[in-house]
């Protein structure tokens, strides 16, 4: 693919919108939409007692209340490590002494450049940061071993947090937590 032309369509808080005009394989030219993301991180804090720590939150989008892992956007510049350090204090009020890369992956690439860094959080700590303005945030810890559960029954549904887990689930049934 080529990309002919490319034109702004949007500028947002968090994200930009452009429409590419591309040359496909075949020689046709098509227009493609484009959210223009910074990246984000995806935290799965875990504590010495095996409880995973989740937040509950409303998602204007979705229309209702998710069950999430801690997450957040990448600020300009920003390291995705030092991102997890912050989003992990805003959102939850603990810090993790260690920090695991387990994985990245596209949100949405079909429509997004939003790539997501994730990391496993242990040996936790109580370090609260004042929340985004935005956020009403319900921090919600959860046993390890009923996690699946609630993923089989349907009742964590955001892709991040599904991702996440499925990363971090062969680590996490075979080490145990500081």
């Known amino acids: 693919m080529k990309t002919i032309s490319s034109e702004l369509i949007y500028q947002g808080k968090v994200f930009t919108i452009r429409q590419d005009q591309v040359e496909i394989e075949n020689g046709k030219t098509i227009k493609l939409d484009v959210v223009e993301h910074p990246g984000a991180v995806v935290i799965l804090p875990i504590d010495q007692n095996?409880?995973?720590w989740f937040v509950r939150?409303?998602?204007?989008?979705?229309?209702?209340q998710l069950l999430e892992l801690p997450?957040?956007?990448?600020?300009?510049?920003?390291?995705?490590?030092?991102?997890a350090q912050r989003e992990i204090r805003e959102e939850t009020g603990m810090a993790a002494k260690k920090f695991?890369?387990?994985?990245?992956?596209y949100n949405a690439p079909g429509y997004s450049t939003e790539f997501l860094y994730v990391f496993l959080a242990t040996d936790l700590s109580l370090?609260?940061?004042p929340p985004d303005e935005d956020e009403m945030i319900d921090v919600i810890k959860i046993p390890f071993d009923h996690v699946f559960e609630l993923v089989d029954q349907g009742e964590i549904r955001d892709a991040k947090t599904l991702a996440t887990l499925l990363l971090a689930e062969h680590t996490l049934r075979n080490k145990p937590m500081e």
Do not use: K, M, S
Not at 57 to 64: F, K, L, N, S, V
Not at 71 to 83: I, K, S, Y
Not at 100 to 105: C, I, M, S, T
């Open 50 to 52: 095996r409880d995973i």
């Open 57 to 64: 939150q409303y998602r204007h989008p979705a229309g209702e």
């Open 127 to 129: 370090a609260p940061l």
């Open 100 to 105: 695991v890369p387990l994985g990245e992956f």
């Open 71 to 83: 997450a957040g956007t990448l600020n300009p510049g920003e390291f995705p490590l030092a991102c």
